[in-house]
């Protein structure tokens, strides 16, 4: 069992910047993948970015590549979401969640295990 919890998400303007937090619990993370997805109203949740635990191999979605920069912090079993330049478009409930496979990285949302309550980011003036 793999508990997750995200902070950061607020209401930003646009070109403002944002970081999310996710402490991951009840495992010491290795060789895992970490994602951070999004879902806003009436859509599909969306991949946004992953980092493989062990090694720091990082993937981002098209949307948001040059903009957004996932990393961990070992010691605190945490993973984060830099996000700047951050547009309306960019408005969502964002979540995270970990992978147990240590194989692959995958960009489905059906291919994690665990998944974080999910925390708004609104992109408005």
């Known amino acids: 069992q793999v508990h997750l919890v995200e902070s950061g998400g607020g209401l930003v303007q646009p070109g403002g910047s944002l970081r999310l937090s996710c402490a991951a619990s009840?495992?010491?993370?290795?060789?895992?993948?970490m994602g951070w997805f999004r879902q806003a109203p009436g859509q599909e949740r969306e991949f946004v970015a992953m980092?493989?635990?062990?090694?720091?191999?990082?993937y981002y979605g098209d949307s948001v590549k040059g903009r957004f920069t996932i990393s961990r912090d070992n010691a605190k079993n945490t993973v984060y979401l830099q996000m700047n330049d951050l547009k309306p478009e960019d408005t969502a409930i964002y979540y995270c969640?970990?992978?147990?496979?240590?194989?692959?990285?995958?960009?489905?949302?059906?291919?994690?295990?665990?998944w974080g309550q999910g925390t708004q980011v609104t992109v408005s003036s």
């Open positions: 969640a970990v992978d147990l496979n240590m194989s692959a990285m995958s960009t489905y949302s059906r291919s994690y295990d665990y």
């Open positions: 009840g495992r010491t993370l290795s060789g895992e993948v």
């Open positions: 980092i493989r635990w062990n090694s720091g191999l990082t």
